[in-house]
């Protein structure tokens, strides 16, 4: 009773005969009034996480654009002696023109522009500047969306970059102007998954949000696992197989994207209340609510001593002096360098794994398949889980098991992959099956640290501590491709490599704090108080327990 006293006429006089006003905060409104996650919650968060597929089919197709084929064959009349059982290292030593790819020199990039030899390490230049654009594209839409662009335009953008850029790669003529188009694109696709993400966990209720941040990997499984549908009719010409790509998220930025909402949370801290009440009463009618009080208005942050003070600018709208910075706030500085570090490894692993099925000596489209296929069971427990278990725990779990399953593949692993004529796709179904479930683990770490990361900063500077998870992601996944290009000499030493950035990321991970059930905050400052405040109700407890 003396809680809902306190949200009634906060501030404010309340004069006879008028309604007395209620301020509520954006969580309180959707408990009370809307629904955790209701029918309009869902259509948004389905609508909004369609563009998780682009992300993944961008950021995935250089596992066939860039891939070495697979079996190479002598021309008639040449290079007789060194018939089927010829291996990459004889290439090198065969005059150029005297044998040939079997699958034709436009089937990959390695094909075409003869990345083999003293030039290897060139194929590995496009994927790393990739990952490295959108290294730097985080940063960007982190801080554009958190300020005047929003989320809802910052994933519009996204997808309109990205569809171009996807275009002009397969205009490439030779593998500078290819990587170049390939960092462009890195650059544009940035801006889909960390908006997307925050998007979608800001429209619902605490109960949802670590599930609902799933749907969202979900679909780029989705994304993920269509991959190599596209890529086998495409298979000798890769250029057709950007062309095909390009057109999918242009037209969800024209069709589908329109009928999307903003972020209530964002509307609000932006001093748009009035905009954030209509989201916000549109999700409760479409849920079968009835219509938000009359006389209800958000708490708005500006009004308490918690947050950044605002302005009025001459038209009468309210902008906020967020003088508040995350990188000088102690404690959230220290936080967003752990999950930086931690992000690093899981960058490294999950992308890197995914990158590097060729060196399992499987067929290559079967590979991808059952990878991708993983990550469905991986999404499937990572939601479950997250409704009754600590973040932490499941992250370094999760991290763990991934690790164990790449150093045990290194023992079936062998040196110096060889690419012959009639190709044996047999290798070994231990290695596979083990990678397999390694994979699922790296993936069930990746999704989980995205979702702790937007539960440990508070709205005002989320979307930037998600963008610089994802730099983090990035940079670890742009030097995954080196370690690629050196497994096709041996395997079992990148296997290593990808155990043991698994296991530091598992440690790091137990000196985050937990957020399981934690509100989600508006600033910095707020947020510090609130959890200063718990820390010292939990130790009074504690201590009355002892006694």
């Not at 990361?453 to 994802?470: G, H, I, K, Y």
């Amino acid at each position: 009773m003396m809680e809902e006293e306190q949200k009634l006429v906060k501030g404010g006089t309340n004069l006879e005969g008028s309604e007395a006003k209620l301020e509520l905060t954006v969580d309180e409104v959707v408990e009370e009034y809307v629904g955790s996650l209701g029918f309009s919650q869902l259509v948004h968060v389905l609508l909004v996480s369609l563009a998780w597929i682009f992300d993944a089919q961008s950021t995935l197709v250089t596992i066939f654009s860039d891939a070495q084929p697979s079996a190479w064959r002598c021309k008639s009349g040449f290079c007789n002696n060194s018939s089927s059982s010829s291996s990459t290292g004889s290439v090198c030593e065969l005059v150029p023109g005297t044998w040939e790819w079997v699958g034709g020199h436009t089937s990959s990039i390695i094909a075409e522009w003869n990345l083999i030899c003293d030039r290897r390490f060139l194929a590995a230049v496009p994927a790393s500047v990739y990952f490295l654009g959108s290294l730097i594209g985080s940063g960007v839409y982190g801080h554009l969306s958190d300020t005047w662009l929003g989320r809802k335009r910052s994933v519009q953008l996204s997808c309109i970059l990205t569809s171009i850029t996807a275009f002009a790669t397969s205009l490439s003529p030779n593998i500078w102007t290819y990587a170049f188009f390939r960092f462009t694109n890195g650059f544009a696709r940035s801006g889909i998954g960390i908006c997307c993400l925050v998007l979608t966990t800001e429209s619902v209720g605490r109960k949802w949000r670590g599930q609902v941040g799933q749907y969202g990997f979900f679909f780029f499984t989705i994304g993920f696992l269509t991959l190599p549908l596209v890529a086998y009719p495409t298979r000798t010409h890769w250029r057709s197989l950007y062309k095909l790509l390009s057109l999918l998220p242009l037209a969800y930025s024209v069709l589908i994207l329109p009928l999307v909402s903003e972020s209530p949370r964002w509307l609000l801290i932006r001093g748009r209340t009035k905009e954030a009440l209509q989201v916000l009463d549109r999700f409760a009618r479409l849920n079968g609510k009835q219509k938000l009080p009359t006389n209800l208005t958000l708490t708005n942050p500006s009004g308490s001593s918690n947050v950044a003070p605002c302005t009025t600018s001459e038209g009468g709208e309210r902008t906020p002096n967020n003088k508040e910075n995350l990188w000088t706030t102690k404690w959230a500085a220290i936080r967003m360098v752990t999950v930086m570090l931690a992000g690093f490894g899981v960058g490294f692993v999950y992308y890197g794994v995914q990158l590097n099925v060729e060196n399992l000596n499987f067929n290559l489209y079967v590979s991808v398949a059952l990878n991708a296929l993983m990550e469905i069971p991986a999404v499937v427990i990572g939601t479950f889980l997250l409704g009754f278990t600590n973040r932490r725990l499941l992250l370094s779990v999760s991290s763990y098991i991934a690790a164990v399953s790449s150093i045990l593949c290194t023992f079936f692993s062998h040196r110096g992959k060889t690419s012959k004529v009639h190709s044996n796709h047999g290798g070994s179904w231990a290695q596979l099956i083990i990678e397999a479930i390694g994979f699922m683990g790296a993936s069930t770490t990746f999704d989980i640290l995205y979702i702790y990361c937007v539960e440990l900063f508070p709205t005002n500077v989320r979307n930037f501590a998600v963008s610089m998870l994802r730099q983090a992601i990035m940079l670890g996944a742009s030097v995954a491709p080196l370690l690629v290009v050196l497994g096709r000499l041996s395997p079992s030493l990148s296997f290593f490599v990808f155990g043991a950035f698994s296991i530091s990321s598992g440690v790091l991970s137990l000196w985050l704090p937990e957020t399981r059930n934690a509100p989600l905050y508006e600033t910095l400052k707020q947020q510090e108080e609130e959890e200063k405040h718990n820390w010292v109700s939990h130790n009074d407890c504690a201590l009355e327990l002892g006694q």
